[in-house]
């Protein structure tokens, strides 16, 4: 971590957003995270999809649980609302508010441990409910603040700092948001802010449950020859096999492509998404070929990044609910109770 | 103690007891008797003693025909309507001297069973139910409503207000009415002819249930979180909790349905677990929602975690425990007070909640609304305690009176104008020295924006390790816990004030509570008895237990919770507390209270006089 405090004063040259922005507005507290830690270049990434979407800081909201992933929320957007929660139960916090009130933006931002082991029901219900949110996984494959233990992801044949070698199958998280209904299902690698970067934005404009998974190498504890998460490792065995260009609603689509290779899909919001296809035979619009497809690069070794499903279509958990437009914390109290007059009617049944 | 007088001539004052086997419909047959007796405007008590079962297991119905309006169960059977062939040894048992006990004599009895000091009645009623109705099931379900004739005409209730009764149940189903009441009249038919009609057990027409309603603890708490405006609602099944929630979702699918858009203004949320129930109940209380999760014990322990995090950050959350046996599974369909401490102090590190006891469905109306208004004043968790008695069966209680003035108590939240004027927003600053702190929600301002966050914090709202910062946040909610004695509902007294002994109890002790104090003046002893409504306890609770030099602890736990409580939380001497325990499962009686403090007293005076 640095000790150096962040300066107080801007350039006076920042590129500004639509709301007469800076990136500098978008930032947090300065991270306390081993330097070179992957989790930072997320941070990054999100303060850049943040500031492009030109979302006003109390618009969004930032959750997490417990873990060196769940201290990323207080680095980035102090100008929004946050909650570190319990370990692995960022999930159902995220589940309250969000029915509390639809209109903000919510983002959790989670670890391999918090999502994969402790708190893996969570994870699981929260995509079953269609929670609208954007969920990351910083994903490195080991336990970082208790200094190096092997997480859920940890592929077999990794082996420790200490030299262990992890024998137990793998929880993927993109093919179990794949089976558990997820409707947005994306894995990116932490040092790929290209591609990182409009699948943040795509994840936040989503209406429902959006997952990236993020491989976020751990520089202090599983970085080293013999980790199937370490810097070296992930840039050999990186597939993009789509690419997801964001593109808001109100800007002209100009992203170029050649014909036959992409996809354009329509969001709630008006706005879409491009998916440049770098492989021909990948569908992200069909679940159970991605789902293969994911399990057969996987046997091969390759890690399968890009927007890998997405569906437009789910009703999210308030349209499930079926639950009115208004934010339910701005009801006002007159319509929650019939009154006096009210509970008489009410009471007669029990006279 | 005088032995109770042998059943005879006891109008209006006796007990009915129904074994029944679970799943046979048996329920309906006895809430049409008891509501049959409230119709009549005479007080009655109704206890449900069910199996965790779905069906076969046997189950009892207690109903207590009580023209003084006790709430408790006395301890006496004066009537045993025996429809379990496998329980009837049992049954018989328990039938007071001088009792009755009715059986279906389709099959014969073993006489062995018989005994000479009560009455036995046989009724064929599987014989007559074969004969009239038609269909295996149909035949199951008519049998019980059958006994409710025979019984109206044993006891005389009467016929029109059973009529009436089935009309309002099966409104819209004139079959199923003229179906129950076919049965109804065979029974009654069948007493007239060959029973001896009237029993000395009658019932006679009073005025004393006008301006009363028969509800249950859960139905009315979960109508007090409709009142008090929650709009998200958060848990997991468990008995016996599960009716709160369907209770609010009831109401709310009445009630909270927009009328233009036919949107719900309501969110009802079936969590995975009691953890994510809990989570769920934080996050939307945190952003600005009043929000519950209705639970039992073991869902309390499992929430346990969080609500740490609720205490430590200063999230308000409504938790209804509706007790239940335990400990682990223990007994689901038993009832007690057993988990007073664990929600007085629970979680791992220093933490303190604010605890309501509710002592009958009227209190879990009002206490919910107050529960809400508590935890966001207080922005801290707040549990209700109320028991599976309570909350399952049916309580008579005085119709539930609402105040139109009445305004939510948001508590210290801050409006996008105050944030403004602020030079700048700090969260666990305790600004107005009343050791509450302002809160802001997300989406008002970024200048409100704060970091939640269950690790240190300053009272500026920033990490730290530092233990001087930490102990100032720490040493404030202390603080904030001893302001909350002044918001809890006051204790309610009984007595003259000025006698030696004391009685206290809690929630639905008290029922028994008040009937021992009646019974034990009676024979000579006067007692002051305080029933206590809230943890912290109210400087009342202190003055009480001083002025008086004995003090009897009534609860329905093992360990004595209570004692230890006021042990652990007033100045009292502790040798001054001594513990009546029940913890059966069953509601507690009045008897074993009076027993109790007459066994106590009795070596008192000994020692008194001897001095």
């Keep these: 971590m640095s000790f150096i405090k962040k300066p107080g004063v801007r350039h006076p040259d920042l590129p500004k957003n639509e709301l007469g922005l800076t990136r500098r507005d978008y930032e947090g507290a300065m991270s306390t995270l081993c330097a070179g830690c992957g989790h930072d270049s997320v941070t990054a990434a999100i303060i850049e999809a943040l500031w492009g979407l030109s979302l006003r800081p109390e618009q969004l909201v930032k959750l997490s649980g417990i873990g060196c992933s769940s201290k990323t929320t207080a680095y980035f957007a102090s100008g929004s609302h946050g909650f570190n929660g319990v370990h692995g139960r960022m999930p159902s916090v995220a589940t309250g508010a969000n029915a509390a009130n639809q209109d903000l933006y919510y983002i959790g931002v989670s670890g391999d441990g918090d999502s994969l082991s402790i708190g893996f029901g969570q994870f699981a219900h929260a995509i079953r409910r269609n929670v609208n949110m954007l969920y990351l996984c910083e994903n490195n494959g080991v336990y970082g603040l208790t200094k190096g233990q092997f997480s859920a992801s940890a592929d077999i044949g990794t082996k420790s700092k200490k030299g262990e070698e992890n024998l137990q199958a793998p929880v993927d998280p993109c093919l179990a948001a794949l089976s558990l209904g997820g409707t947005f299902i994306a894995r990116s690698f932490s040092g790929d802010k290209a591609q990182l970067v409009p699948l943040i934005q795509a994840g936040l404009m989503h209406k429902g449950f959006a997952m990236i998974d993020i491989i976020s190498p751990c520089v202090t504890f599983n970085d080293h020859v013999g980790s199937t998460k370490s810097y070296t490792f992930t840039r050999e065995h990186y597939h993009e096999a789509v690419h997801a260009d964001y593109i808001p609603p109100r800007q002209e689509i100009t992203v170029s492509y050649a014909e036959g290779e992409t996809l354009p899909v329509q969001m709630h919001d008006g706005s879409q998404i491009v998916l440049r296809k770098l492989d021909q035979d990948y569908d992200p619009t069909h679940r159970g070929k991605a789902f293969e497809y994911l399990r057969t690069k996987l046997r091969q070794g390759e890690h399968v990044t890009g927007l890998i499903f997405v569906s437009s279509s789910g009703p999210d958990m308030h349209e499930m609910a079926h639950t009115t437009a208004v934010p339910l914390n701005a009801l006002p109290y007159e319509k929650l109770q019939p009154g006096s007059a009210g509970l008489a009617q009410i009471l007669k049944r029990y006279a | ?611």
Excluded at chain 2, 437 to 445: E, K
Excluded at chain 2, 594 to 602: F, H, K, T
Aim: some cysteine.
């Design chain 2, 1 to 611: 103690m005088a032995q109770p007088a042998a059943t005879q001539n006891r109008v209006n004052d006796f007990v009915i007891k129904l074994a029944n086997v679970n799943g046979t419909g048996s329920a309906s047959a006895n809430t049409l008797l008891m509501k049959s007796i409230f119709r009549m405007g005479i007080p009655v008590m109704g206890k449900n003693y069910f199996p965790s079962n779905i069906q076969g297991l046997p189950t009892w119905y207690e109903i207590r025909v009580t023209k003084d309006g006790y709430v408790a169960r006395s301890g006496r059977v004066d009537l045993m309507v025996a429809m379990n062939a496998e329980t009837y040894s049992k049954d018989i048992r328990e039938v007071s001297t001088g009792g009755f006990l009715i059986f279906d004599s389709t099959w014969p009895r073993s006489t062995l069973l018989a005994r000479d000091d009560i009455t036995i009645l046989g009724a064929p009623l599987a014989k007559i139910c074969n004969e009239n109705f038609i269909g295996v099931r149909n035949r199951i379900l008519m049998k019980n409503v059958m006994y409710a004739g025979l019984l109206a005409a044993l006891l005389e209730i009467d016929l029109e207000v059973i009529r009436q009764l089935l009309n309002e149940s099966y409104a819209k189903k004139q079959a199923l009415v003229d179906a129950n009441m076919k049965a109804v009249q065979l029974g009654y038919d069948y007493a007239r002819q060959h029973l001896p009609c009237p029993l000395p057990l009658r019932l006679e027409r009073m005025d004393k249930t006008l301006g009363h309603i028969m509800i249950d603890g859960n139905t009315a708490a979960g109508l007090g979180c409709l009142y008090a405006g929650a709009t998200v609602g958060a848990w997991y099944p468990i008995t016996p909790s599960t009716s709160l929630m369907d209770a609010f979702k009831g109401f709310c699918a009445r009630l909270r349905v927009d009328p233009q858009t036919g949107r719900n203004n309501y969110a009802v949320i079936q969590a995975e677990d009691e953890l994510a129930a809990i989570g769920i109940v934080l996050g939307a209380a945190w952003n600005g929602a009043r929000a519950f999760t209705p639970t039992s014990g073991p869902g309390i322990s499992l929430m346990n975690e969080f609500i740490g995090l609720a205490y430590y950050a200063e999230i308000p959350a409504v938790l209804f425990d509706v007790q239940r046996v335990g400990p682990s599974t223990g007994m689901p369909t038993r009832t007690q007070q057993c988990d007073l401490l664990s929600c007085a102090y629970a979680s791992h590190g220093d933490t303190k909640h604010v605890l309501l006891f509710p002592a009958n469905p009227e209190e879990c109306f009002y206490m919910a609304v107050q529960a809400f208004d508590l935890a966001e004043r207080l922005q801290t968790p707040v549990f209700v305690l109320s028991d599976l008695d309570i909350g399952m069966n049916d309580w008579m209680c005085p119709e539930l009176k609402w105040d139109d003035g009445y305004r939510p108590d948001r508590g210290k939240v801050l409006s996008r104008e105050e944030i403004e004027a602020l030079p700048k927003f700090h969260r666990y600053l305790d600004k107005d020295d009343d050791a509450i702190p302002y809160r802001t929600l997300p989406g008002v301002s970024a200048k409100a924006a704060y970091f939640t966050r269950g690790s240190g914090h300053n009272q500026y709202g920033g990490y730290t390790e530092d233990s001087a910062e930490y102990q100032v946040v720490i040493d404030r909610l202390l603080r904030k816990f001893k302001r909350a004695r002044t918001m809890m509902p006051l204790p309610v007294r009984e007595g003259s004030g000025e006698n030696v002994f004391g009685l206290v109890a809690i929630g639905s002790s008290h029922g028994a509570a008040h009937e021992a104090m009646d019974i034990l003046s009676k024979v000579g002893i006067k007692v002051d008895y305080l029933r206590i409504r809230g943890f912290p306890f109210t400087k009342e609770v202190d003055a009480f237990l001083a002025a008086h030099s004995k003090i009897f602890v009534i609860e329905q736990n093992r360990d004595a919770q209570l004692k230890s409580l006021l042990t652990l939380e007033t100045p009292v001497e502790k040798s001054k507390l001594h513990s009546i325990l029940h913890y059966s499962g069953l509601p507690m009686t009045s008897k074993e209270i009076v027993e109790a403090v007459l066994a106590e007293l009795g070596d008192a005076r000994r020692n008194a006089m001897s001095a």
